[in-house]
């Protein structure tokens, strides 16, 4: 079992910055790829970003350039950062992480709300 916990989330003007973490424990050392999606009102959810346990990267091609995801696995950590933040990045923000015996663990989401 994995348990994921995020943290960070908040109000912040358009044109702003925060930093998304988000905290794994328990079987944590089974984690293969992380990844952030973000659900907005009445809308499915979709990807934001990935990283794999390489430091591999990808990014939808709606935050590329704006966005940045890493990971320190010395605290089973993974991070969002971002910037030139658009009222349209309003959501949800969960952490996704997969183990190497493919499964998938998400946690509960932390809210992110850019003001005009």
């Known amino acids: 079992q994995v348990q994921l916990v995020e943290s960070g989330g908040g109000l912040v003007q358009a044109g702003g910055s925060l930093r998304l973490s988000c905290a794994a424990s328990g079987s944590s050392s089974s984690i293969s790829d992380m990844a952030w999606y973000r659900q907005a009102p009445g809308k499915q959810r979709e990807f934001v970003a990935r990283?794999?346990?390489?430091?591999?990267?990808n990014y939808a091609d709606y935050v590329e350039g704006r966005f940045t995801i890493s990971r320190d696995n010395a605290k089973n950590t993974v991070y969002l950062q971002m910037n030139t933040l658009k009222p349209e990045d309003t959501a949800v923000y969960s952490c996704?992480?997969?183990?190497?015996?493919?499964?998938?663990?998400w946690g509960q989401g932390t809210q992110v709300t850019v003001s005009s």
């Open positions: 990283i794999t346990s390489s430091g591999s990267t």
């Open positions: 996704k992480a997969r183990t190497l015996g493919w499964y998938v663990y």
